[in-house]
């Protein structure tokens, strides 16, 4: 059983930083890319960023590059979203997901992830 669990978000103000983990449980977690997606209320789910296996790839949505920073450490099985210049709409709620497909890392829509965790809220206040 494959399970993903989202840690650290939480209330900051504009200009700040978090770091979000995404920790695994599989032992397979390094051969599969893992991706951060957001959701805000009344909006559909958003990709931020990707990282590949092995972690040599990463991708981010034009609205977060330069601000955020995707990371993984295997031996922890874990991947990190540090989240630096928090603006307001930012906030939203975090998810990590799996890209089902081994040792790849391409174009993959939001319902192609094959698992997925339940999220961490994030809030960045004016």
């Known amino acids: 059983q494959v399970q993903l669990v989202e840690s650290g978000g939480g209330l900051v103000q504009a200009g700040g930083s978090l770091r979000l983990s995404c920790a695994g449980s599989?032992?397979?977690?390094?051969?599969?890319?893992i991706a951060w997606f957001r959701q805000a209320p009344g909006k559909e789910r958003e990709f931020v960023a990707a990282i590949s296996w092995g972690g040599a790839r990463t991708l981010y949505r034009d609205s977060v590059k330069g601000r955020f920073t995707i990371s993984r450490d295997d031996a922890k099985r874990t991947v990190y979203l540090q989240m630096n210049s928090l603006k307001p709409e930012d906030t939203a709620v975090y998810y990590c997901?799996?890209?089902?497909?081994?040792?790849?890392?391409?174009?993959?829509?939001?319902?192609?992830?094959?698992?997925w965790g339940q999220g961490t809220q994030v809030t960045v206040s004016s």
């Open positions: 599989a032992h397979t977690f390094s051969m599969y890319a």
């Open positions: 997901g799996r890209d089902p497909r081994a040792q790849t890392m391409g174009p993959l829509s939001t319902n192609g992830y094959d698992y």
